[in-house]
């Protein structure tokens, strides 16, 4: 190993090419006016389409409110009808569950009238009454609703 030449490391002849330590700035491919017509671009773009939609939201409901009015009578008649079809299923309950208690007459208490009628006034039954044979989960249902409808 000793017979080897030692050869030192050393710059080319003529030196290293010059570094270059200036800065180059990137190619500009987005300017101002550019950035600001996009932006204008796209707001209009969207306030058309905002416009269009609304118009088209706004005859949905129209339409939507128009048959909630038509159909109210007849979901109120409904409603009504229900209401006396459970009135009937509770005296015909009150009637078969009491029919063996000597004396009992259906709709008073042990033939004392529960309410105090001027003619032929119709007075709505309690709501503990009106649900005496239903769920507990229909008089909830019941009772959320009136909450509903109480706040709005």
């Not at 050393?10 to 200036?22: S, T, V």
């Not at 128009?66 to 159909?71: G, N, P, V």
């Not at 709709?107 to 105090?116: A, E, I, L, M, R």
């Given at each position: 190993m000793?017979?080897?030449?030692?050869?030192?490391?050393?710059?080319?002849?003529?030196?290293?090419?010059?570094?270059?330590?200036?800065?180059?700035?990137?190619?500009?491919?987005l300017n101002a006016p550019l950035i600001y017509g996009g932006l204008f671009a796209s707001m209009a773009w969207g306030y058309y389409f905002y416009?269009?939609?609304r118009a088209r939201a706004s005859a949905e409901l129209l339409e939507l409110r128009?048959?909630?009015?038509?159909?109210e009578p007849l979901m109120l008649a409904e409603r009504d009808r229900e209401f006396l079809?459970?009135?009937?299923?509770?005296?015909?309950?009150?009637a078969e569950l009491m029919k063996d208690v000597?004396?009992?007459e259906v709709?008073?208490?042990?033939?004392?009238?529960?309410?105090?009628t001027l003619g032929d006034k119709w007075i709505d039954p309690e709501i503990n009454d009106f649900y005496a044979h239903c769920s507990k989960r229909q008089r909830s249902i019941f009772i959320r609703h009136g909450q509903q409808l109480k706040m709005e």
């Open positions: 000793s017979d080897a030449a030692f050869k030192q490391d050393l710059p080319p002849k003529g030196g290293y090419a010059p570094i270059n330590f200036r800065r180059i700035p990137a190619r500009q491919v416009k269009k939609d128009s048959s909630d009015l038509a159909i079809k459970q009135c009937r299923r509770n005296r015909d309950a009150e000597e004396g009992w709709g008073t208490w042990y033939g004392h009238k529960v309410y105090k």
